[in-house]
């Protein structure tokens, strides 16, 4: 199994911050704040850390169970950082300082913390899912970090890792399958590939819904859209190919459209290689 490089989305410094607020908290508080977002701890036998203070050592007790790379972990976690700045503001123990600097480290991490002591993603996560279940995904992670990094700011990146993401999702999900595949393929080749060997493809589909007239459309609206995305790409409005000049006219409104069309081919053949219940899977049983 392939080690799977991912970047934590809360940083170190950040957890420090709320670990600190722990020392003025008592041991059931800290520990009911983190069980009301569905956090269990690790067995203190596991947790690589040392401190006299048992607030403290509670509150890393559960914040070692957090997978910081995961969005949805993530998601909770944030939850239970805005219910540890509110009970303490609550009793009076949050100074300005803190809530200066814990905002700074936030804002470092990709999170706007307002006055109401609310998180929000500055720039969210573009695809919300766990991917650990996949023998090695650290192609899909690399192009969704990029679309992360430029989608707002470079649309050309943005556009350009956008066709990655479809390319990375297509030989992923090809390797699941024990399928080989040609590493000189054209993005076209492999979508049409993976359709098939998922029996997304018309011809191949079976009865029921997965049969229907109006799947069938949809489905080839995502060979479509998953082609569309990488003839935009070709054309030079996406990064990849040097430019005598730059694209004109490119925004932040365009690099999104491609990356939400990215997101959805992407999302279908994952859903659909993870689903039991798969037309896929029936056919090699």
């Not at 803190?98 to 700074?104: C, F, G, P």
Request: charged share 25%; aromatic share 6%; glycine share 6%.
């Amino acid at each position: 199994m392939t080690v799977t490089a991912r970047r934590e989305l809360v940083s170190p410094a950040t957890r420090n911050a709320f670990r600190s607020l722990a020392t003025d908290l008592t041991i059931k508080i800290v520990a009911d704040l983190w069980e009301d977002h569905g956090f269990a701890p690790i067995p203190p036998e596991e947790l690589n850390y040392q401190d006299s203070g048992q607030r403290r050592t509670t509150f890393m007790l559960y914040a070692e169970g957090v997978d910081w790379a995961d969005p949805c972990h993530v998601r909770r976690a944030l939850l239970v950082f805005e219910d540890f700045i509110r009970t303490c503001k609550n009793q009076g123990w949050t100074t300005d300082a803190w809530l200066a600097d814990i905002k700074v480290r936030l804002d470092r991490d990709g999170f706007a913390l307002d006055d109401e002591g609310r998180i929000s993603w500055t720039n969210p996560p573009v695809l919300v899912r766990d991917l650990s279940t996949l023998s090695d995904a650290s192609g899909i992670v690399v192009e969704l970090e990029r679309i992360r990094r430029d989608l707002t700011t470079d649309p050309q990146g943005a556009i350009g890792a956008a066709k990655q993401l479809i390319e990375a999702t297509a030989k992923t999900a090809l390797r699941e399958l024990n399928i080989a595949v040609d590493k000189n393929a054209a993005l076209p080749a492999l979508v049409s590939t993976v359709h098939k060997a998922l029996k997304l493809d018309a011809a191949s589909a079976p009865e029921g819904p997965d049969g229907s007239k109006a799947v069938k459309k949809i489905l080839s609206g995502a060979v479509n859209i998953a082609v569309g995305v990488a003839e935009l790409r070709n054309q030079g409005f996406g990064s990849g190919h040097g430019m005598a000049s730059a694209p004109s006219g490119l925004g932040v409104r365009h690099a999104r459209l491609t990356v939400n069309a990215a997101v959805t081919w992407c999302e279908l053949i994952l859903d659909t290689l993870a689903d039991p219940a798969a037309p896929w899977r029936k056919a090699t049983i």
